[in-house]
């Protein structure tokens, strides 16, 4: 293994170890992300998560260079919606919810055009794509033993939601014995107070479940 390249980073140096990082994307799905998605029918501004793919692009890119691997996530149901908690299905605006019609197919359902990755950020060939029924990406995933096959124990956290599902991931990785990195520009809310506060809660208290550093910091550690 190789000695790790210090991340300059909030609470402090983020051990960056080659070969044992991996860079995971949550959810940057068009349901969320695009105009006329799901996201936006809910009354959300899409451009504070549109704003994200740029600094995003570059850091993926700069993953795939170094031959980082780079892990996606999708949130989304099976479409007879059987792995959908009653409760998750309940919740929502009554005619926006979980398998409904939307702008761009079924809402949240595997297979769907809205449910599927944007296309600048799309997966290459032999990405791992996660599809997890919840807003954390272990539960109900494979995700931890494909983590541990691969010698993983180091996470840059990209993608959206800041607060939803960024968050569930990171704390779930944490517990699990991850030291995660939380990319700053590369996670996005539709609320700004949440983007801010979501990024403090991570790295407070001495990095209480992280570490947060922005991708100008994180790119050169990883070349
Ligand atoms: C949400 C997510 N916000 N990916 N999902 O429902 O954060």
């Given at each position: 293994?190789?000695?790790?390249?210090?991340?300059?980073?909030?609470p402090g140096?983020?051990?960056?170890i080659?070969?044992?990082t991996?860079?995971?994307?949550?959810?940057?799905?068009?349901?969320?992300?695009?105009?006329?998605?799901?996201g936006?029918?809910?009354g959300?501004d899409?451009?504070?998560?549109?704003?994200?793919v740029?600094?995003?692009?570059?850091?993926?890119?700069?993953?795939?260079?170094?031959?980082?691997?780079?892990?996606?996530?999708?949130?989304g149901?099976?479409?007879?919606?059987?792995?959908?908690?009653?409760?998750?299905?309940?919740?929502g605006?009554?005619?926006k919810?979980?398998?409904?019609p939307?702008?761009?197919?079924?809402?949240?359902i595997?297979?769907?055009?809205?449910?599927?990755?944007i296309?600048?950020?799309?997966p290459?060939?032999g990405?791992?794509?996660?599809?997890?029924?919840?807003?954390?990406?272990?539960?109900?995933?494979?995700l931890q033993?494909?983590?541990?096959?691969?010698?993983?124990?180091?996470?840059?956290?990209?993608?959206?939601?800041t607060?939803?599902?960024?968050?569930?991931?990171?704390?779930?990785?944490n517990?699990?014995?991850y030291?995660?990195l939380?990319?700053s520009?590369?996670?996005?809310?539709?609320?700004?107070?949440?983007?801010?506060i979501?990024?403090?809660m991570?790295?407070?208290?001495?990095?209480?479940?992280?570490?947060?550093?922005?991708?100008?910091a994180?790119?050169?550690?990883i070349?």
């Amino acid at each position: 293994p190789t000695a790790p390249s210090p991340v300059e980073a909030t609470p402090g140096p983020f051990p960056l170890i080659a070969g044992k990082t991996a860079l995971i994307v949550i959810d940057m799905q068009r349901d969320f992300i695009l105009p006329g998605g799901f996201g936006e029918s809910l009354g959300n501004d899409v451009n504070m998560l549109l704003k994200v793919v740029p600094p995003l692009t570059d850091l993926i890119a700069a993953a795939r260079a170094a031959g980082m691997p780079v892990i996606h996530t999708r949130e989304g149901h099976v479409p007879d919606l059987s792995d959908c908690p009653p409760a998750k299905l309940r919740r929502g605006a009554p005619s926006k919810r979980i398998g409904d019609p939307g702008e761009y197919g079924r809402i949240l359902i595997r297979g769907e055009y809205g449910h599927d990755i944007i296309d600048e950020l799309a997966p290459i060939d032999g990405e791992v794509v996660i599809d997890k029924p919840g807003k954390g990406a272990f539960y109900a995933t494979d995700l931890q033993q494909i983590l541990t096959e691969a010698g993983i124990t180091q996470l840059l956290v990209t993608g959206v939601t800041t607060e939803v599902c960024v968050h569930t991931t990171t704390r779930e990785a944490n517990d699990r014995g991850y030291e995660c990195l939380v990319v700053s520009d590369c996670v996005g809310s539709y609320f700004p107070e949440f983007q801010r506060i979501g990024l403090e809660m991570i790295s407070a208290q001495g990095g209480i479940f992280g570490w947060v550093a922005d991708s100008a910091a994180v790119i050169p550690a990883i070349a």
